[in-house]
């Protein structure tokens, strides 16, 4: 199993960013295709950006353009950037690791003016 922790999530005014951190367990992160997710209140869990071990990158046509995952394996960290943010992005990120299927705890974003 492997156990991930978010961070940077907060509260944000429209058109700026913010950088969302996952830090992950164990000696494997380098294999983990990893992803984040995210959940408005009264919808569904949707898939924002995922990336492979070796790199590949998707995205939600939603977040294209705008947002930015990357990974460090060095540091069993992946990241998402996000900018130009909109009040409709706001909702609980999640990452999640599609080996063991695990899910970290969530971190909120915010956006408002």
């Known amino acids: 199993q492997v156990q991930l922790v978010e961070s940077g999530g907060g509260l944000v005014q429209p058109g700026g960013s913010l950088r969302l951190s996952c830090a992950a367990s164990?000696?494997?992160?380098?294999?983990?295709?990893m992803g984040w997710y995210r959940q408005a209140p009264g919808k569904q869990r949707e898939l924002v950006a995922s990336?492979?071990?070796?790199?590949?990158?998707n995205y939600a046509d939603s977040v294209k353009g705008r947002f930015t995952i990357s990974r460090d394996n060095a540091k069993n960290t992946v990241y998402l950037q996000m900018n130009s943010l909109k009040p409709e992005d706001t909702a609980v990120y999640y990452c999640?690791?599609?080996?063991?299927?695990?899910w970290g705890q969530g971190t909120q974003v915010t956006v408002s003016s």
């Open positions: 999640k690791e599609d080996y063991f299927a695990s």
């Open positions: 990336i492979t071990s070796s790199g590949n990158t």
């Open positions: 164990g000696s494997i992160f380098s294999i983990l295709p």
